[in-house]
């Protein structure tokens, strides 16, 4: 079975500091890895996604994710927060159910960002 | 810019009404997605098909039923509402392409509540 962790439901940082956000997934076979951002009242959006290639992904808006399969991790990661990136961030995975694919959602984890 | 709409954007309603929400693509996709989600909190899949006159249940309950009768339109319904309802869905679509790695693209959602 393919699964998603998110570690930390909640996040803050400074404006202009790093932002880190952790995703760990459990996958039986190589994973197809998303993430995609939420902004209030709205649906999601597309950051970044990992299917197969190089393991350090870019993405929108300056943020990036690096696949690192030992670890078996797909961190968010932008060097400098902006205050327009507070915002609900959810890792995802692609879960094949035999018959077809569907995506599995982590958690969530909410980006504050202060002055 | 993703093409995927949902209507009504609010919808607050009473107890035992029949609702139906409406989410249509225009991106040929073939697979589309209904997703439950309450106020900051995780996704879950309640609905989905992979074609017309396809569609299979998630891995939420729910007592909501779809149908796909064209490719662009999947409609959830509600024979009678209740409280237990209220929550945000999200409508998604994704290409139906060999391999896992395709992502799929949100409406902006539809907030229900129930009184």
Known sequence: AQSVTQLGSHVSVSEGALVLLRC?????????LFWYVQYPNQGLQLLLKYTTGATLVKGINGFEAEFKKSETSFHLTKPSAH?????????AVTRWTGTASKLTFGTGTRLQVTL | EADIYQTPRYLVIGTGKKITLECSQTMGHDKMYWYQQDPGMELHLIHYSYGVNSTEKGDLSSESTVSRIRTEHFPLTLESARPSHTS????????????ENTEAFFGQGTRLTVV
């Open chain 2, 88 to 99: 945000q869905y999200l409508c998604a679509s994704s290409a139906s392409r060999t391999g």
């Open chain 1, 83 to 91: 205050m327009s990136d507070a915002a609900e961030y959810f890792c």
């Open chain 1, 24 to 32: 760990n997934y459990s996958s039986s076979v190589p994973p197809y």
